[in-house]
């Protein structure tokens, strides 16, 4: 029995062959998922076997991804996956940082020491694959941020032709510098994300372009991933939660696909708790968890500096939903401020992130405030991208430059400004004793 897309919508539950190039259900348009037949092996021979890989030099096992294919098992053959050693990043205990997020302990899970520097190549790796095997020879995103960046390497590593389609006048230079170094044909469009997105949709069809947008199921799969590694590094000892910024919510899909999964075959005992943290101006899901009734409605202008979550219309939260009630989870919401001391703190820790990534920190501590965590609570963040992505953003938060959006001034309690001194020894030493 092969792997297979069922639609997500309890009412629909159509069932495709995994290799139909589609990203919606046709006939309802909900969302879809890749379902598969329960493993061969058992749980316990699956921990011995994947452990064992963490020994081998052969590239596959050498992915923190394709190490767990058996739980991404979408392909009938390995032979043309592109590895760029995505996964394995660290877990990495911050004792600075739990004391500020109200814990006893806290430890990161850092998806920023990815390949291109964010948990997006765990999923495009998976994406690329699925766009290999299908025969496709050029695959395209709507990004101005990490999915560019991540889709322009791993394109190029596999052959293909990448093309990132950015919205007018929204560019983040880190990011986009990215796509330009690893070769994507980059086009600037005179139109907004949503419209963009119609317009890649209606070309995808027309010229067999494979689409790698977060909705693309098969980049959910390889984030799947990042949990079962974390639990692997944890001797499948679950945390009490775990925590994570939320955008389009393809994350938190993923990792409650996973958590679900690995409960079901009996890899852990108990779930763990997602806790989903957004930006204020761009929290819609926040609003959704908190008046359900209401039915979910978008941002039209979200706006936060954390730009990886600045996102009014995530597609993803049907599926983020049923993930946090699954785990019993809860979904927070973060100020600019917030954000941004939480960003220095994880800096002083000797880690660092970029600004949506510490959004989670920042919630953390909300969480405790509110007892929704309590300070003995196991807990796992994850990191999801890189410091160096917003170099920008960091030199305006210790200068004392930093705005948010609306133009009110964000107060750099964690500052660490840079000292001009004259080339004079005795001046320079006096100031370093004093
Ligand atoms: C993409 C991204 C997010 C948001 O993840 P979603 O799956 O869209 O919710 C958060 N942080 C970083 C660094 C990202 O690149
Ligand atoms: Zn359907």
Request: glycine share 8%; net charge neutral.
């Amino acid at each position: 029995m092969p792997a297979e897309l069922i639609c997500f919508e309890e009412r629909c539950r159509a069932r495709f062959p995994i290799t139909d190039a589609i990203y919606n259900c046709p006939h309802c348009g909900g969302l879809l998922e890749v379902w598969y037949p329960p493993p061969a092996a058992t749980p316990a021979e699956l921990k011995r076997i994947w452990r064992e890989r963490r020994t081998s030099n052969a590239p596959l096992d050498q992915s923190g991804v394709w190490r767990y294919r058996e739980m991404v098992p979408f392909l009938e053959s390995y032979d043309r996956v592109v590895t760029l050693r995505e996964g394995h990043t660290p877990l990495l205990p911050a004792p600075p940082a739990a004391t500020y997020g109200g814990l006893d302990a806290l430890t990161f899970k850092h998806q920023g020491f990815n390949p291109t520097g964010s948990f997006k190549d765990n999923g495009m790796t998976c994406g690329v694959a699925q766009a290999l095997r299908l025969g496709m020879a050029r695959v395209a995103c709507v990004s101005t941020g990490n999915t560019s960046a991540s889709m322009a390497a791993y394109a190029s590593a596999a052959g293909l032709a990448g093309i990132v389609f950015i919205p007018h006048g929204n560019i983040s230079y880190g990011k986009l510098a990215q796509a330009l170094e690893y070769g994507a044909k980059t086009l600037q469009v005179e139109a907004n994300f949503d419209q963009i997105l119609a317009l890649v949709r209606t070309l995808a069809e027309r010229l067999g372009i494979y689409l790698l947008n977060s909705i693309n199921p098969f980049r959910i799969e390889g984030q799947k991933t990042i949990i079962v590694e974390m639990l692997d590094q944890r001797d499948w000892n679950p945390p009490d939660w775990i925590v994570l910024p939320g955008g389009n919510l393809g994350n938190t899909a993923a990792f409650g696909k996973a958590l679900r999964e690995l409960h079901g075959l009996g890899f852990i005992a108990r779930m763990p708790r997602l806790a989903v943290i957004q930006a204020e101006g761009a929290a819609p899901f926040y609003d959704l968890m908190l008046a359900p009734a209401r039915g979910f409605h978008a941002v039209s202008h979200p706006e936060t500096l954390a730009t990886a979550i600045k996102i009014g219309d995530p597609v993803s939260w049907p599926k983020a939903l049923r993930e946090v009630a699954c785990s019993g989870g809860v979904v927070e919401k973060v100020s600019e401020q917030e954000i941004a001391d939480a960003k220095a703190v994880i800096g002083r820790c000797g880690i660092g992130c970029e600004p949506a990534s510490a959004a989670t920190l920042a919630g953390i501590r909300k969480l405790t405030a509110s007892g929704t965590i309590s300070a003995s609570a196991d807990v796992v963040a994850v990191l999801t991208g890189n410091l160096l992505k917003d170099p920008d953003y960091i030199y305006r938060y210790h200068t004392g430059k930093l705005e948010a959006p609306d133009g009110a001034a964000i107060h750099s309690r964690f500052a660490n400004q840079p000292v001009v001194l004259p080339n004079d020894a005795d001046r320079i030493a006096a100031f370093l004793q004093g």
